[in-house]
């Protein structure tokens, strides 16, 4: 890494540096604008004092980050269209980075600001989306391939499913625990227990519901959250110096040869379906051994890529002995021979066992291209833990107070927190990105209305607005400065 920094020019340095101080910013204010939704209940309920609430959240969020892997990290890499990512340069990689942080950053603290529950993750989503579109627009590229639409179809499913399941869930939760034991202290209010009986916190085992159900609420939004956070900066890296980054030089000779298997397999895998696929990948048709001077990612052209990635790893047994520009060849490569993979996997007359086979197959083969070094993973962990630990407050009155005309009940806090902890959970294990801002406050107002209490209007309708809003601003924001910055940066 020292001798990596030591090569570059000082303007290069000092735009890697700066850009690498915005994502690290962006998780840092992910972190005091979603600390809330991790904290928001323990602290209006009582279970937790709130200096220890939020410091645990943040241990709980440095660890969840440190341990999630990279899956959703990558799912947020590759919204944007493989053409773009293999089409890696400095200009362009800083116009993008720039952008799409600045916008992401702006709308998060405007929202922050006013506390309302935005949602980090539709901002950045948005913004990766505006920064795909208006470079699809600037370049000539139809729109339709300016953005991973399916990814962004999926995404959009997780994230629209994701609050309506909570708030159903949470809600069923609720009348469970009312049907259960329905003359419980746990279905009082904190000033009502006060009343009764002259004690501020939960009874016993509804606050060790509370307390470990914020602890899980904090590990998983590490996970998820924190995970956006390294996709990030593996673009940053990957953009503005690509020859250090765009494969995992690190990786063994096992995990090397593990790629070159893969390339095989599949060419075997293509060719005992060459029945099905010869026409969609021109099988045996394609013009020619070599790659054309202007390559791109195109199925016609699976089997020389294919081929060209067998070449380039002959007798590799270290990618630090490859030269700058074959590592970016080889990313390539794999990029386009996985993309491809995809779109195969979902053909509809592919046989569903041999869809799983690829499935592997795509695994084997973005094995040094999906990664991320262990510094990134402590930085973004450190940003996200920090973050947290800061300007919860606004968030929190509105989580607690705002959103139910009456107060929170122990039971209602459980039945939001275990949701909230669940759904991210299940969303992280499929490496979908998931907004815990929507999850846990849908899950708090699916618990006031099967309890009867009411919403309050004005709350409700500021979430609802900012949730239309997200999308369609930070897209616009980014679009925006993306057009303007790859005018200084490119033009």
């Known amino acids: 890494m ?97 952008s799409l942080l600045t916008a992401a950053i702006a709308w998060n603290l405007g929202t922050w600001f006013l506390g309302i529950p935005a949602s980090s993750s539709h901002t950045l989503i948005g913004s990766i989306l505006g920064v795909g579109m208006a470079n699809a627009l600037i370049t000539d590229i139809e729109l339709s391939q300016g953005v991973n639409w399916q990814k962004a179809i999926d995404i959009a499913i997780s994230l629209v499913l994701s609050p309506l399941a909570g708030f159903l869930v949470a809600g069923l939760i609720l009348v469970v625990l009312k049907w259960w034991k329905p003359r419980s202290t746990m279905h009082k209010t904190p000033e009502k227990r006060m009343e009764d009986v002259g004690k501020k916190h939960p009874p016993f085992w509804s606050r060790m519901v509370l307390v470990l159900s914020a602890l899980g609420v904090s590990f998983v939004h590490g996970s998820n959250d924190g995970q956006k956070g390294i996709g990030l900066i593996m673009l940053v890296l990957i953009g503005i110096v690509p020859s250090y980054f765009v494969l995992d030089l690190s990786s063994s000779k096992y995990e090397i040869d593990r790629t070159r298997d893969a390339a095989v397999y599949l060419s075997d895998f293509y060719q005992r379906n060459n029945a099905t696929l010869s026409t969609y990948l ?107 630990m800061i300007g919860w407050k606004r968030v929190v009155k509105t989580v607690g107070e705002k959103i139910g005309k009456q107060g929170m009940t122990y039971s209602q806090g459980m039945s939001a927190q275990v949701t909230a902890a669940m759904a991210i959970g299940m969303a992280n294990v499929f490496s979908l990105p998931v907004s815990t801002t929507h999850v846990l406050s849908s899950g708090v107002a699916g618990t006031m209305v099967a309890n009867r209490s009411g919403l309050q209007s004005k709350t409700i309708s500021s979430i609802l607005i900012a949730w239309v809003l997200t999308l369609p601003v930070s897209m616009a924001l980014a679009a925006g400065l993306y057009w303007m910055a790859h005018r200084v940066f490119i033009a």
Request: net charge neutral; glycine share 8%; with cysteine.
């Open 2 to 98: 020292i001798s990596m920094l030591g090569s570059l020019e000082p303007w290069l340095l000092i735009s890697l540096l700066v850009a690498l101080l915005f994502v690290l910013a962006f998780e840092f204010i992910n972190g005091f604008h979603d600390t809330a939704n991790a904290v928001a209940t323990v602290i209006y309920t009582r279970a937790m004092p709130p200096s220890v609430a939020v410091f645990s959240s943040g241990v709980f969020n440095f660890l969840g980050v440190l341990l999630g892997g990279v899956g959703v990290a990558y799912a947020i890499v590759h919204l944007l269209p493989v053409e773009l990512l293999i089409d890696v340069d400095s200009g362009r990689g800083l116009a993008m980075v720039f």
């Open 282 to 388: 021109a099988l045996g048709k394609a013009n020619g051994s070599e790659l054309p001077a202007k390559f791109r990612c195109d199925p016609h052209q699976t089997e020389i890529t294919i081929a060209a990635l067998q070449r380039g790893l002959v007798g590799v047994t270290s990618y630090t002995t490859l030269a700058p520009r074959t590592r970016v060849d080889i990313r390539r490569y794999i990029l386009c021979l996985d993309d491809t993979a995809r779109k195969v996997s979902r053909l509809a007359y592919l046989p569903a066992e041999e869809k799983r086979d690829l499935a592997r197959l795509r695994k084997d083969l973005t094995a040094s291209t999906e990664y991320a070094p262990f510094w990134v993973v402590i930085a973004v962990a450190l940003a996200l833990g920090i973050g947290t």
